[in-house]
């Protein structure tokens, strides 16, 4: 057993932050009883509120391969990594997935919606050297984010080892709402791909295809397809101590406990628009202020 003798911060991330409080007998008396764990703590929401963006994408060929492609073969790449490291210049100094936007999936929705990220190359490109290896037949893709899902998922411990790899349920597409918005988002996304402008660079649409076109062809694509963009949050959720499902207050203390806070991103309540990145640096500055006991800084109207 070990005491700290002043206040401890946790900051384990949204999958660990909640196992760790679990392990520790902090979380819902339910779960935790399923392991044989003693409730020091009881507080429901740990683990719970899991959320996260979600994308799939559709495929195009190209016409004509891309430059990126003639860079990818080996001994081209060494003398590009060379321009880029030394003089800031060249394919290796840009992103062959820098373009995105910000979209309404339709005139319904309040804000944007979903989110688009260009891919000029294929996920799976690979360095080539020919005759050794084939190049990579080449392609672009655009992949949608929904941003502002209603889906809730959780994670839950497999066992009270703490060895034990944690149990991750996304629980994506859980919604009839967050369907349509994607089903929405596809056929938007599919109108972007047949547009003019692309006609000399657009070959065959690779992935899903023509074939997919109905609702349920488009659900079950997503199904298959659907993968996570690395935004997780909310597993630690703040609120107000009315709240049955918060763990943390605003001070990001956890709720029944002295001397422990919560400062990742599992301490989000709910999703942003975008990534999340600059948020949680932002809880972690706001974090380091409280800590300290220093003075909110003085509002400022934009």
């Known amino acids: 057993t070990r005491r700290a003798a002043r206040e401890v911060i946790l900051a384990g991330g949204v999958i660990n932050s909640p196992q760790l409080l679990m392990l520790s007998g902090i979380g819902d008396p339910e779960e935790l009883g ?13 683990g719970k509120n899991l959320q996260d963006h979600m994308s799939y994408a559709v495929h195009y060929s190209r016409k004509t391969p891309g430059p990126l492609h003639a860079k990818m073969r080996a001994d081209r790449i060494v003398r590009e990594l060379g321009k880029a490291y030394f003089f800031g210049t060249g394919i290796a100094n840009d992103l062959p997935g820098g373009v995105m936007a910000f979209l309404k999936s339709g005139p319904a929705a309040r ?5 688009l990220l260009f891919n000029a190359a294929p996920m799976a490109a690979s360095p080539y050297f020919p005759p050794f290896k084939k190049p990579f037949a080449d392609s672009f893709a655009c992949r949608v984010a929904l941003l502002r899902p209603e889906s809730r998922g959780s994670v839950r411990l497999a066992s009270a080892d703490p060895a034990a790899p944690i149990r991750i349920f996304q629980n994506f597409l859980a919604t009839e709402q967050d369907r349509a918005v994607l089903r929405q988002s596809f056929r938007l996304l599919r109108d972007i791909g047949r547009q003019s402008p692309l006609d000399p660079l657009r070959g065959v649409e690779i992935v899903p295809g023509p074939n997919c076109q109905s609702d349920a062809d488009i659900d079950a694509y997503l199904r298959a397809t659907g993968i996570t963009v690395h935004h997780p949050l909310g597993t630690c959720k703040m609120g107000i101590a009315a709240d049955e ?20 991103a599992s301490v ?12 949680v640096i932002m809880i972690a500055e706001k974090a380091a202020d409280l800590i300290r006991g220093r003075a909110p800084l003085a509002p400022v109207n934009l």
């Open 268 to 279: 989000m309540p709910d999703l942003i628009g975008g990534n999340i990145n600059a948020p």
């Open 245 to 264: 499902t918060a763990v943390v207050d605003a001070e990001l203390r956890v709720f029944g406990i002295d001397g422990l806070r919560v400062v990742d």
């Open 111 to 115: 804000l944007p919606d979903i989110q």
């Open 34 to 46: 399923r392991h044989g764990i003693a409730v020091k703590t009881p507080l429901k929401g740990v």
